[in-house]
């Protein structure tokens, strides 16, 4: 697996052939798109095997996990920011989307807690 610092390597990689078809019903030329997985769990696809630019795919939501993360965020809310309990489903459901957001790039409930607050006060 890499580390911090170490190269990211590939672990299994596949190629997709996309036939396009224009307006006209002619084909258009056909694309060819490559996917990899990596040792560290990224997926990477190049759209353009040309340029050779590979951009990262989303992280997978994991729900059980992002559940536990939100209900740890939620009592962060309660403690430190003396928030009501019975108000935090409510809290916690409109800003559903930035969480998400905040759980898929890897920080941490706290901090996700403390962006909430800040917001809830505007």
Not at 29 to 38: I, N, P, Q, R, S
Not at 64 to 87: G, K, T
């Amino acid at each position: 697996m890499a580390t911090k610092g170490s190269p990211r390597k590939i672990v299994q990689v596949t190629a997709l052939r996309i036939q396009g078809i224009r307006p006209d019903g002619s084909p258009d030329d056909a694309k060819t798109e490559v996917v990899a997985l990596c040792d560290d769990g990224s997926v990477w696809t190049m759209f353009d095997t040309l340029s050779g630019e590979w951009v990262p795919l989303p992280k997978i939501p994991q729900w059980q996990l992002f559940e536990e993360w939100r209900d740890d965020v939620a009592e962060q809310l309660a403690s430190r920011h003396l928030m009501r309990s019975d108000a935090l489903r409510q809290i916690l459901e409109q800003h559903h989307s930035t969480l998400m957001a905040s759980y898929n790039a890897g920080r941490p409930a706290g901090e996700a807690a403390d962006a909430v607050n800040a917001d809830y006060k505007q």
